[in-house]
Protein backbone atom coordinates (compact mmCIF):
# COMPACT_ATOMS: atom_id res chain seq x y z
CA UNK A 1 0.00 0.00 0.00
CA UNK A 2 1.55 3.32 -1.14
CA UNK A 3 1.36 5.77 1.88
CA UNK A 4 -0.62 8.25 0.04
CA UNK A 5 -3.44 7.67 -1.92
CA UNK A 6 -4.91 9.55 -4.03
CA UNK A 7 -7.61 9.32 -7.09
CA UNK A 8 -5.88 10.95 -10.17
CA UNK A 9 -9.01 11.31 -12.15
CA UNK A 10 -9.35 13.16 -14.20
CA UNK A 11 -12.46 14.93 -12.80
CA UNK A 12 -14.56 17.45 -15.08
CA UNK A 13 -17.11 19.13 -13.71
CA UNK A 14 -19.02 22.40 -15.42
CA UNK A 15 -18.46 25.71 -13.63
CA UNK A 16 -20.05 26.71 -10.02
CA UNK A 17 -20.13 22.91 -9.03
CA UNK A 18 -18.83 22.09 -5.90
CA UNK A 19 -15.71 20.45 -6.25
CA UNK A 20 -14.44 17.39 -3.61
CA UNK A 21 -10.92 16.00 -4.18
CA UNK A 22 -9.67 13.41 -1.58
CA UNK A 23 -6.83 11.53 0.05
CA UNK A 24 -6.43 8.70 2.17
CA UNK A 25 -2.77 8.01 4.11
CA UNK A 26 -1.24 5.26 5.85
CA UNK A 27 1.36 6.75 8.08
CA UNK A 28 0.30 7.48 11.66
CA UNK A 29 3.37 9.85 11.27
CA UNK A 30 1.85 12.45 9.58
CA UNK A 31 1.12 15.63 11.11
CA UNK A 32 1.46 18.40 8.44
CA UNK A 33 -1.41 18.08 5.46
CA UNK A 34 -1.18 20.46 2.62
CA UNK A 35 -2.65 20.65 -0.81
CA UNK A 36 -1.38 21.78 -3.61
CA UNK A 37 -2.05 23.42 -6.78
CA UNK A 38 -0.19 22.93 -10.11
CA UNK A 39 -0.97 23.71 -13.53
CA UNK A 40 0.87 22.60 -16.39
CA UNK A 41 4.70 23.10 -16.63
CA UNK A 42 4.83 25.22 -13.09
CA UNK A 43 6.11 24.42 -9.62
CA UNK A 44 3.27 23.09 -7.56
CA UNK A 45 1.81 26.38 -5.67
CA UNK A 46 0.40 26.17 -1.45
CA UNK A 47 -3.21 26.48 -1.35
CA UNK A 48 -4.33 25.23 2.36
CA UNK A 49 -1.85 24.05 4.97
CA UNK A 50 -3.47 21.96 8.39
CA UNK A 51 -2.05 20.47 11.13
CA UNK A 52 -5.09 18.69 13.47
CA UNK A 53 -8.28 17.45 12.13
CA UNK A 54 -11.31 19.37 11.48
CA UNK A 55 -11.72 21.85 9.30
CA UNK A 56 -10.12 24.93 7.53
CA UNK A 57 -12.00 27.46 5.43
CA UNK A 58 -10.10 29.71 2.65
CA UNK A 59 -12.23 31.82 0.25
CA UNK A 60 -13.76 28.89 -1.79
CA UNK A 61 -11.56 26.58 -0.20
CA UNK A 62 -12.12 24.42 2.66
CA UNK A 63 -9.59 21.72 3.85
CA UNK A 64 -10.62 18.57 6.07
CA UNK A 65 -8.63 16.74 8.07
CA UNK A 66 -10.29 13.16 9.95
CA UNK A 67 -6.87 11.95 11.49
CA UNK A 68 -8.52 9.22 13.00
CA UNK A 69 -9.66 7.89 9.52
CA UNK A 70 -6.22 9.20 7.81
CA UNK A 71 -8.66 10.63 5.27
CA UNK A 72 -8.35 14.72 3.82
CA UNK A 73 -10.18 16.49 1.98
CA UNK A 74 -10.64 19.36 -0.60
CA UNK A 75 -13.28 21.26 -0.93
CA UNK A 76 -13.83 23.91 -3.93
CA UNK A 77 -16.94 25.91 -3.99
CA UNK A 78 -17.94 27.85 -6.97
CA UNK A 79 -15.33 26.23 -9.08
CA UNK A 80 -14.49 28.45 -12.04
CA UNK A 81 -12.48 27.62 -15.11
CA UNK A 82 -8.92 29.04 -13.50
CA UNK A 83 -9.30 26.69 -11.00
CA UNK A 84 -8.73 24.02 -14.05
CA UNK A 85 -5.16 22.06 -12.72
CA UNK A 86 -3.75 19.43 -11.07
CA UNK A 87 -4.75 19.54 -7.25
CA UNK A 88 -1.90 17.41 -5.26
CA UNK A 89 -2.46 16.05 -2.03
CA UNK A 90 1.05 16.56 0.86
CA UNK A 91 1.43 15.16 3.81
CA UNK A 92 4.83 15.09 6.32
CA UNK A 93 5.67 14.20 9.72
CA UNK A 94 7.43 16.93 12.27
CA UNK A 95 10.82 18.08 12.08
CA UNK A 96 12.22 19.30 9.10
CA UNK A 97 10.88 16.24 6.84
CA UNK A 98 9.98 15.97 2.96
CA UNK A 99 6.53 16.29 1.70
CA UNK A 100 5.01 12.69 0.54
CA UNK A 101 2.93 13.45 -2.17
CA UNK A 102 -0.43 11.94 -3.33
CA UNK A 103 -0.76 11.50 -7.48
CA UNK A 104 -2.65 14.71 -8.14
CA UNK A 105 -5.89 14.64 -8.86
CA UNK A 106 -6.56 16.72 -13.06
CA UNK A 107 -9.42 18.41 -12.26
CA UNK A 108 -11.03 20.45 -15.77
CA UNK A 109 -13.64 22.94 -14.88
CA UNK A 110 -16.00 23.81 -17.97
CA UNK A 111 -17.33 27.27 -18.65
CA UNK B 1 8.30 35.76 1.94
CA UNK B 2 10.04 32.92 0.79
CA UNK B 3 10.94 33.18 -2.70
CA UNK B 4 12.84 29.69 -4.03
CA UNK B 5 13.92 29.66 -7.46
CA UNK B 6 15.48 27.08 -9.78
CA UNK B 7 18.00 27.64 -13.06
CA UNK B 8 17.48 27.20 -15.50
CA UNK B 9 14.07 26.86 -16.31
CA UNK B 10 14.88 24.63 -19.29
CA UNK B 11 17.24 22.88 -20.49
CA UNK B 12 17.69 20.05 -23.49
CA UNK B 13 21.06 18.45 -23.72
CA UNK B 14 22.52 15.51 -25.75
CA UNK B 15 22.84 12.21 -24.29
CA UNK B 16 25.94 12.00 -22.18
CA UNK B 17 26.19 14.95 -21.13
CA UNK B 18 26.39 16.48 -17.52
CA UNK B 19 23.63 19.07 -16.55
CA UNK B 20 24.05 21.46 -13.27
CA UNK B 21 20.92 22.78 -11.80
CA UNK B 22 20.74 25.20 -9.22
CA UNK B 23 18.36 25.82 -6.50
CA UNK B 24 18.58 29.23 -4.44
CA UNK B 25 16.48 30.64 -2.00
CA UNK B 26 15.90 34.63 -2.11
CA UNK B 27 15.23 36.15 0.74
CA UNK B 28 15.71 33.00 3.68
CA UNK B 29 18.62 30.71 4.63
CA UNK B 30 17.26 26.96 4.12
CA UNK B 31 19.87 24.40 5.67
CA UNK B 32 18.08 21.80 4.12
CA UNK B 33 16.66 21.71 0.87
CA UNK B 34 14.63 18.98 -1.24
CA UNK B 35 14.58 17.59 -4.60
CA UNK B 36 12.02 16.22 -6.16
CA UNK B 37 11.52 14.77 -10.15
CA UNK B 38 8.19 14.41 -11.67
CA UNK B 39 7.49 12.63 -14.71
CA UNK B 40 4.48 12.93 -17.11
CA UNK B 41 1.41 12.28 -15.64
CA UNK B 42 3.30 11.69 -12.23
CA UNK B 43 3.06 12.81 -8.89
CA UNK B 44 6.37 14.79 -7.27
CA UNK B 45 9.04 11.73 -5.83
CA UNK B 46 11.53 12.79 -3.60
CA UNK B 47 15.12 12.10 -4.67
CA UNK B 48 17.08 13.27 -2.16
CA UNK B 49 17.09 15.71 1.47
CA UNK B 50 20.03 18.33 0.70
CA UNK B 51 21.81 19.81 3.89
CA UNK B 52 24.25 22.49 3.85
CA UNK B 53 27.47 21.55 4.86
CA UNK B 54 27.13 17.73 4.88
CA UNK B 55 26.58 15.29 2.54
CA UNK B 56 22.83 14.49 1.01
CA UNK B 57 20.59 11.82 1.62
CA UNK B 58 19.29 9.53 -1.14
CA UNK B 59 15.98 8.10 -1.54
CA UNK B 60 16.21 4.44 -2.58
CA UNK B 61 16.96 3.60 -5.93
CA UNK B 62 18.38 7.37 -6.34
CA UNK B 63 21.86 6.67 -7.78
CA UNK B 64 23.69 9.48 -5.59
CA UNK B 65 26.95 8.95 -8.65
CA UNK B 66 24.33 9.99 -11.07
CA UNK B 67 22.31 12.84 -9.16
CA UNK B 68 24.88 15.00 -7.84
CA UNK B 69 24.12 17.22 -5.25
CA UNK B 70 26.04 20.17 -3.20
CA UNK B 71 24.88 22.31 -0.87
CA UNK B 72 27.28 24.92 -0.43
CA UNK B 73 26.10 27.52 1.42
CA UNK B 74 22.69 28.46 3.02
CA UNK B 75 21.18 29.53 -0.48
CA UNK B 76 22.33 27.31 -3.08
CA UNK B 77 21.92 23.78 -3.87
CA UNK B 78 22.93 22.08 -6.76
CA UNK B 79 21.72 19.31 -8.65
CA UNK B 80 23.83 18.16 -11.19
CA UNK B 81 22.78 14.98 -14.02
CA UNK B 82 25.93 13.22 -14.75
CA UNK B 83 25.97 11.69 -18.06
CA UNK B 84 22.48 11.95 -18.91
CA UNK B 85 20.17 10.14 -20.50
CA UNK B 86 16.51 10.35 -21.86
CA UNK B 87 15.20 8.34 -19.67
CA UNK B 88 16.43 11.47 -17.19
CA UNK B 89 13.92 13.81 -18.74
CA UNK B 90 11.40 14.66 -16.05
CA UNK B 91 10.89 17.96 -14.71
CA UNK B 92 13.27 18.55 -11.54
CA UNK B 93 11.81 20.85 -8.78
CA UNK B 94 13.81 22.12 -5.48
CA UNK B 95 12.00 22.67 -2.22
CA UNK B 96 13.18 24.49 1.31
CA UNK B 97 11.34 25.02 4.33
CA UNK B 98 11.69 27.92 6.03
CA UNK B 99 12.51 28.32 9.70
CA UNK B 100 10.24 31.40 10.85
CA UNK B 101 7.29 30.19 8.31
CA UNK B 102 5.06 27.61 9.93
CA UNK B 103 5.93 23.77 10.68
CA UNK B 104 7.42 21.72 7.87
CA UNK B 105 6.02 24.21 5.30
CA UNK B 106 7.99 24.24 2.27
CA UNK B 107 8.29 26.38 -0.74
CA UNK B 108 8.86 25.13 -4.09
CA UNK B 109 11.01 26.91 -7.13
CA UNK B 110 9.39 27.02 -10.56
CA UNK B 111 10.61 23.65 -11.80
CA UNK B 112 13.40 22.37 -14.46
CA UNK B 113 12.38 21.34 -17.26
CA UNK B 114 14.90 18.21 -18.63
CA UNK B 115 15.11 17.25 -22.21
CA UNK B 116 17.94 14.84 -23.11
CA UNK B 117 18.14 13.87 -26.58
Known sequence: QKEVEQDPGPLSVPEGAIVSLNCTYSNSAFQYFMWYRQYSRKGPELLMYTYSSGNKEDGRFTAQVDKSSKYISLFIRDSQPSDSATYLCAMSAPGNTPLVFGKGTRLSVIA | ?117
Open chain 2, 1 to 117: GAVVSQHPSWVICKSGTSVKIECRSLDFQATTMFWYRQFPKQSLMLMATSNEGSKATYEQGVEKDKFLINHASLTLSTLTVTSAHPEDSSFYICSAPHSEKRDNEQFFGPGTRLTVL
